[in-house]
């Protein structure tokens, strides 16, 4: 009966622990549906508790708060860990004029062209070398996404023209994170040229807004 208690009282810690991954009420997300991070990350957690106690003969409490721990983080899947790789770049990214977007497992990076390159350039501009380290970084130290590069532009020039200049743009974006250690087997690369504006090309403010650099990352098959 002893042990039972232990065990109860590890496989409830452990998913409060789990549950706190998001702000609001841990078991469903802003719009009412059940949040699977959560959801799954305390099943997680009290399978974990069952697991290390009959594991840890020793210390039935010990080892269940541990598996409570290691299940709760594997139950959550792969929403948990890109609630984390979410968060730290919107940390490294503050301040850049990169925006972090997120939509479900899907994280983008959205690149103005203002401080990515240079008018008519391909070349990276220098103080868009940092922004682009830390986002190396990120991505060696996270390594269960693919990344797929897409350069934009507006819709000056002719269309052949701007799909060119959008691939090479993407590609030296490509070229310089693999050169920080990044694998170029997890990398695509394409060119949208004018076609998917994101603001009227009418105006020197939309054009400024079309001339972009995104970077997509989504989970590698199976990490789900």
Do not use: W
């Amino acid at each position: 009966m002893f042990m039972h208690k232990h065990l109860i009282a590890a496989a409830t810690a452990g998913a409060l622990l789990a549950g706190c991954a998001t702000t609001q009420n841990p078991y469903q997300d802003q719009d009412g549906s059940t949040n699977k991070t959560a959801t799954y990350g305390t099943i997680g957690a009290i399978a974990g508790a069952a697991a290390g106690a009959l594991i840890n003969h020793d210390n039935r409490g010990k080892g269940a708060l541990i598996g409570a721990a290691a299940g709760g983080a594997a139950g959550a899947g792969y929403g948990y860990y890109a609630d984390k790789q979410e968060a730290e770049l919107r940390k490294s990214m503050q301040g850049s004029g990169v925006e972090v977007q997120r939509d479900g497992n899907n994280i983008k990076l959205i690149m103005p062209g203002n401080i990515t390159f240079a008018t008519d350039s391909a070349e990276i501009a220098s103080n868009f070398y940092g922004p682009l380290n830390s986002v190396a970084s990120s991505m060696q130290q996270y390594q269960q996404n693919n990344i797929e590069i897409v350069g934009h532009t507006d819709s000056t020039g002719s269309h052949s023209y701007n799909l060119q200049l959008s691939q090479r743009r993407a590609q030296s974006v490509a070229s310089y994170l693999q050169g920080q250690g990044v694998s170029a087997a997890r990398m695509t690369t394409r060119g949208a040229g004018p076609d998917q504006p994101i603001a009227s090309n009418a105006t020197a403010e939309g054009r400024s807004a079309n001339r972009r650099v995104e970077v997509n990352l989504t989970p590698i098959p199976g990490a789900q």
